[in-house]
């Protein structure tokens, strides 16, 4: 009996994901053609993880503005980046700007791509790895900036980490891997999309 119990909670548990988690299950396209159409559409973002950066978090000490003490992209992460620039060229997906946390491993992706003008976002794209007091606080910065975004200003690429689209869309993206997100009719937004890495 304990197991059936569990199995019914277990059911409803997976049925409710996609409340707590808007389009985090339901609705997520992950054909490649698909997702790359979608890109092109007006009204949708691309959140991506910075590109493969060996290791996990940053050394102890580290600090934002000195890429010597960080954990940095691999010549893996540095082809990943270029390859996906040339793609997005090669299918002429226009991309207006691309933001980034203040991490040398995400600027360094947005670079390596050559898409669009790079700002910094601190505030709504900044890692809180190793922080979870700040995850509230971010995910609501990260869902502000969202919002704030013009309706018809082109395809933005904001360049994150793990943690901070995680704590967004409960997706757990590759390094390199774009979630795509559309703007719904209550002026937020939700994910509809997955791109993995190239």
């Known amino acids: 009996m304990a197991a059936a119990g569990f199995g019914r909670r ?4 997976l ?9 985090a299950v339901a609705a997520v396209e992950v054909d490649r053609e698909r997702v790359w159409a979608l890109l092109a559409k007006p009204g949708h973002v691309a959140l991506m993880r ?13 600090r934002i503005g ?5 954990r940095n992209l691999g010549e893996r992460g540095r082809d990943q980046s270029r390859r996906l620039g040339a793609e997005f060229r090669r299918r002429a997906v226009p991309v207006a700007l691309v933001l980034t946390s203040q991490w040398c491993r995400t600027r360094e992706t947005a670079e390596l791509m050559a898409l669009a003008p790079i700002e910094d976002e601190p505030t709504a794209l900044n890692s809180f790895f190793g922080r979870p007091g700040e995850r509230d606080a971010a995910t609501a910065a990260l ?3 969202l919002v704030s975004l013009p309706v018809d200003a082109g395809l933005v690429v904001m360049v994150t980490h793990q943690v901070n689209i995680t704590a967004l869309t409960g997706v757990f993206p ?6 795509v997100l559309k703007r719904d009719d209550q002026g937020g937004f939700v994910t509809v999309g997955r791109l993995p890495p190239p």
């Open 143 to 145: 869902r502000r900036r």
């Open 50 to 62: 910075h590109a493969d950066a060996p290791g996990t978090g940053d050394p102890a000490g580290f």
């Open 10 to 13: 277990f059911v409803l548990a």
């Open 66 to 70: 000195d890429c010597a003490t960080q």
């Open 174 to 179: 590759a390094s390199g891997e774009m979630v």
């Open 15 to 23: 049925l409710l994901l996609p409340a707590l988690w808007p389009g």
